[in-house]
């Protein structure tokens, strides 16, 4: 990012975005970070107040329809919060008003637990104990996740230069059992499940997280890939 560009990060989460941006554009430039979640919202303000941060600001709000004035943005970025919204080309396409002229928005997402064993490895071991498809239009982190899908919507909302880049992440565990402790207590969504299970059905959902870990594992140290994608586009 340029220094003193203004930046808005939308579904900042705990700020991590918001943060790194507002050391990239320095005291001239300003960052907003904007989050459905209150709770989310107050960590970020505590870890920009602990890093004496000045230039960024959070603020409670959709970011699909987030009221600010056109073209009052150098840029947008968007960490796996944009397949949150309602409609999406809708929302990206308010998104893009809000951008300067050449301005240029960047969101990430997931690709589908197919080839992301970060979320493919707990989805097949829950798999053979719970019922039911998601549907797939419906607000999730796998909402057009498929290759291209995600870049075409940046097309409909009017984006140019749209640029869609797979991006190789890592999970790191100092065991299989550090890594299993971290997915059954930090993953809402899988604990969500697992706690419905039976005993039996949990341990053997264990048994089957733990076997898949093997093939990440080296000399102990598991290392699980999880593959994102960034889609960028300017606007106009
Ligand atoms: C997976 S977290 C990502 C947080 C952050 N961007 C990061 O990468 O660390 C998704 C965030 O999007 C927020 N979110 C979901 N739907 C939203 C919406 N419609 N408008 C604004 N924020 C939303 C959630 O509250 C959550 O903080």
Known sequence: MMPGIRVLDVGTGTGDMALFVAYSVGPAGSVLG????????????????????????????????????VQSFDAIVGR????FFPDVVAGLSHLRTLLKTGGRASYSIWTPPEVNPVFGIPRDALAP?????????????FRLSGAGLFANVMKEAGYLDVIDEEVNLYQFATSRDAYWQLL???SGSFRQQYCQLSEEHQQAVKQSVLEQLSQYETNGVVRVPARARVVSGSSN
């Open 34 to 69: 904007v989050d459905s979640s209150a709770n989310m919202l107050q960590a970020a303000r505590d870890r920009a107040e602990v890093l004496g941060l000045e230039n960024v600001q959070f603020e409670q709000a959709s970011g699909e329809d987030y009221a600010a004035d």
């Open 80 to 83: 796996f919060s944009a397949f």
């Open 129 to 141: 104990y719970t019922t039911g498809q998601q549907d797939p239009d419906a607000p999730s982190p």
């Open 184 to 186: 059954s207590e930090v």
